[in-house]
């Protein structure tokens, strides 16, 4: 198993630019997750979807939107990218164990808007 | 104030001693506590899970939970150069969200 997976792994873009980074994950979990990691910050959510055909927000969404492709693959576009959105971006999935969810990550993406 | 802080350090412990990293959180109503590790340039990975008051181990790891003083803790033993890394803490807030500290930065030295 790949457990999940993204990409890309490196990413530049120029202000205004737009991309979209790609997560899939082949363990069947329900929920998945984008977050950023900013030095000082530790991990903010963006969005998450607890189920397939559902998204709702986190704690910084403004930029970004996503979509639930299928159960295995969830994406983050970056419409109008701008410099404050430099940053790595993580990719996690999650399911039921016990009384709460373990989530895993993928190895992360690499964004710098210049 | 965040809702899970930890002491961004950096903490140095000498190798095979133990480290011990502190964690609390803010909302009574978190039930379910984890510790990642990250290495420099590398993605969170799961380490230790906990969710009742109290001590859990696992090899070199425990994990510490108590309830009442909203304080979650995790000691290494025999502390390893390997070890060196940023340990995040996070707590489970329902609707499937976890909330994870800044992360505190060990370095083992030789």
């Known amino acids: 198993n790949a457990g999940v997976t993204q990409t890309p792994k490196f990413q530049v873009l120029k202000t205004g630019q737009s991309m979209t980074l790609q997560c899939a994950q082949d363990?069947?979990?329900?929920?998945m997750y984008w977050y950023r990691q900013d030095p000082g910050m530790g991990l903010r959510l963006i969005y998450y979807?607890?189920?397939?055909?559902?998204?709702d927000k986190g704690e910084v969404p403004n930029g970004y939107n996503v979509s639930r492709l299928n159960k295995r693959e969830f994406s983050l576009r970056l419409e109008s990218a701008a410099p404050s959105q430099t940053s790595v971006y993580f990719c996690a999935s999650s399911d039921r164990q016990g009384p709460s969810y373990e989530q895993y990550f993928g190895p992360g993406t690499r964004l710098t808007v210049t | 104030q965040k809702e899970v802080e930890q002491n961004s350090g950096p903490l140095s412990v000498p190798e095979g001693a133990i480290a011990s990293l502190n964690c609390t959180y803010s909302d009574r109503g978190s039930q379910s506590f984890f510790w990642y590790r990250q290495y420099s340039g590398k993605s969170p990975e799961l380490i230790m899970s906990i969710y009742s008051n109290g001590d859990k181990e696992d090899g070199r790891f425990t994990a510490q939970l108590n309830k009442a003083s909203q304080y979650v803790s995790l000691l290494i033993r025999d502390s390893q150069p390997s070890d060196s890394a940023t340990y995040l803490c996070?707590?489970?807030?329902?609707?499937?969200?976890?909330?994870f500290g800044q992360g505190t930065r060990l370095t083992i030295n030789p």
């Open positions: 363990m069947n979990h329900n929920s």
């Open positions: 979807s607890a189920s397939e055909g559902t998204t």
């Open positions: 996070a707590a489970f807030q329902g609707a499937q969200k976890l909330v």
